[in-house]
């Protein structure tokens, strides 16, 4: 079974979009535990400040999101935070989700961000929600 890292923008995705969209299929396959992922106290207060913004508050009302949060928590395998390494992707605030998946021996980090599907050499593999489907076989 594959370990992975989910950037928070992952989860942030399906919260939000259609459930046949690659982020909703990931984490239907986490939820379902076809696909194990890493999570750190520093992810799970980011994707609560995230969903917690007001331009998320038509989705994340009457405790959704808090209870999304939960879900996350309560169905990974919760570690650590990271030692981060600074200057390992183009933005540091990422650096924490590569340390975590090298830290933890993840098959991959799954990002939408830029910052981190161009980052090289890093020592983990980088997929974004479409080829995560792909490398996973969740598009069949």
């Known amino acids: 079974m594959s370990l992975l890292v989910f ?4 989860f942030v ?3 939000i979009s259609p459930r046949r969209s690659a982020p909703a299929l990931l984490v239907e396959a986490f939820l379902d535990g076809r ?3 890493l999570v750190c106290a520093c992810l799970i207060d980011e994707l609560a400040g995230v969903l917690a913004r007001p331009k ?3 989705h994340s009302g009457d405790g959704r999101a808090r ?10 395998i919760e570690v650590g935070d990271p030692v981060m390494a600074a200057g390992v992707t183009a933005d540091p605030d990422d650096d924490y989700l590569i340390a975590l998946a090298r830290a933890h021996d993840a098959q991959a980090v799954v990002s939408g961000d830029r910052h981190l599907l161009d980052a090289t050499d890093v020592g983990v593999g980088v ?6 489907v792909g490398h996973l076989g969740l598009d069949t």
């Open 56 to 58: 998320f508050a038509r």
């Open 127 to 132: 997929w974004s929600p479409r080829a995560a």
């Open 67 to 76: 209870d999304f949060v939960a879900t996350i928590s309560d169905h990974a």
């Open 13 to 15: 995705s399906a919260f």
């Open 7 to 10: 950037d928070p923008n992952v």
């Open 35 to 37: 696909v194990q992922v």
